[in-house]
């Protein structure tokens, strides 16, 4: 086992909710925005710096409701002092610019995603026009990019958008694997990946990583052990293994600082995290 980032702070997202999972896959998948903010301050209390949001509407269905983002970031700021608040942009919650239409609010950052692949069931449409219309809505509100990796063709997308200027700053880039049909969770593609982050956007950028349902620990384990930052939570994966569901997002949070132990990496702190990622301060 290799310790070679020892020492290095690792941030942990924690993805709450998501578009999917419903409370009959697992019933601690948070829905109503009160069940948002328990979930998410008991995953801040585990150690998560980063909460990766979309929000339900009142049948739990997803939706792109900037009126529900509101309330639900407004409501995390109050308990969550310092926390990243990560606004999704994704696919499955609305079609075209509505998917953008929280980011007025100007969450720490937003998901975006920057090219088409396909999904379980159907097509994850990012056509070149919309991509192009929610980072210039990022970029006028202040507010960060995630860019969600799917294909290695979207980190050379990042890479070209940021050269434009269509990024603020350097592109904050997820690897994200083992979406059936999507990128599966394969390790010479991963360092592949971390490889190619670093030739495009800099030997020190720094990159984070999501596997999806029982890959989510594998990826996790991979990102940490190879200097990068963690994602977990409800939205990727609902169970801590075949035959057990997990209890809570935070129980899935204190899997993902068990690691960084392991590997003798800290858990980077809210303030630690804004300043990795070139984030602007707390509000005051
Ligand atoms: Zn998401």
Known sequence: MTKAHAGKPCIICVAITGSVPTKADNPAVPVTISEQVESTHAAFEAGASIMHAHVRDDEGKPTSDPERFARLKEAVEAHCPGMIIQLSTGGRSGAGQARGGMLPLRPDMASLSVGSNNFPTRVYENPPDLVDW????????????????????????????????????????????????????????????????????????????????????????????????????????????????????????????????????PVATPMQARAILGLRPVAA
């Open 134 to 265: 929610l980072a210039a809505e990022m970029l006028s509100h202040d507010v960060k990019p995630e860019i969600e990796a799917f294909d290695l063709s979207h980190i050379f997308k990042a890479a070209e958008m940021a050269a434009k200027g269509q990024l603020a700053g350097k592109p904050y880039v997820q690897f994200v694997m083992g979406v059936k049909n999507a990128m599966p969770v394969d390790r010479e593609v991963f360092d592949f990946y971390i490889r190619t982050v670093h030739r495009l956007l800099g030997a020190d950028v720094p990159w984070c990583a999501a596997g999806i349902g029982q890959n989510q620990i594998v990826v996790n384990d991979w990102a940490i052990s190879s200097g990068g930052h963690a994602r977990t939570g409800l939205e990727d994966n609902v169970r801590l293994d075949k035959a057990t569901l997990a209890p809570s997002n935070a129980a899935l949070v204190a899997r993902a600082v068990a690691i960084c132990e392991k590997y003798e990496r």
